[in-house]
Nanobody
Framework: QVQLVESGGGLVQAGGSLRLSCAASGSFVRLSAMGWYRQAPGKQRDLVALITSSGGTNYADSVKGRFTISGDNLKNTVYLQMNSLKPEDTAVYYC?????????????????WGQGTQVTVSS
C-alpha cells in the first residue's frame, strides 16, 4: 500500500505564494509519476502539474509561468511552488502518485491519492 502525506495549503491574498509538499511511502517497486490536481466546488478534478521519474513536466495552461513542480527521487517527494496566486486558483489540491508494485500475480500498476489540502486565495 502507498500512502501520501500532503502539506502547505492555506489562506493567502492574491499575488501571494504557497508551496505544497507531498511525500509517498509504503511498498512499491518504483514511482513513475507524481502530480497535483485540483477541484473547485461544482467542478471536476483537473490536472495542475505532473512530473515523471525522469524529470519531465506537464502543466495546465492556466498555471504556466506561475507554478513550478519539482521532485526529490531519493525522498519520494514532490513539491508545487505556487506564485502570483489568483482567486481562481482557489480549490482543494490533491496529490497523486503512480507507479509499480509487486502483487499476487506479479508486477502491477497503481494510482494513489492524498487526502487533499485546501488552498484559498482572497481578492
Amino acid at each position: 500500500q502507498v500512502q501520501l502525506v500532503e502539506s502547505g495549503g492555506g489562506l493567502v491574498q492574491a499575488g501571494g505564494s504557497l508551496r505544497l509538499s507531498c511525500a509517498a511511502s509504503g511498498s512499491f517497486v518504483r514511482l513513475s509519476a507524481m502530480g497535483w490536481y485540483r477541484q473547485a466546488p461544482g467542478k471536476q478534478r483537473d490536472l495542475v502539474a505532473l512530473i515523471t521519474s525522469s524529470g519531465g513536466t506537464n502543466y495546465a495552461d492556466s498555471v504556466k509561468g506561475r507554478f513550478t513542480i519539482s521532485g526529490d527521487n531519493l525522498k519520494n517527494t514532490v513539491y508545487l511552488q505556487m506564485n502570483s496566486l489568483k482567486p481562481e486558483d482557489t480549490a482543494v489540491y490533491y496529490c497523486n502518485c503512480r507507479g509499480t508494485y509487486s502483487g499476487t500475480y506479479g508486477l502491477s500498476v497503481f494510482s494513489s491519492w492524498g487526502q487533499g489540502t485546501q488552498v484559498t486565495v482572497s481578492s
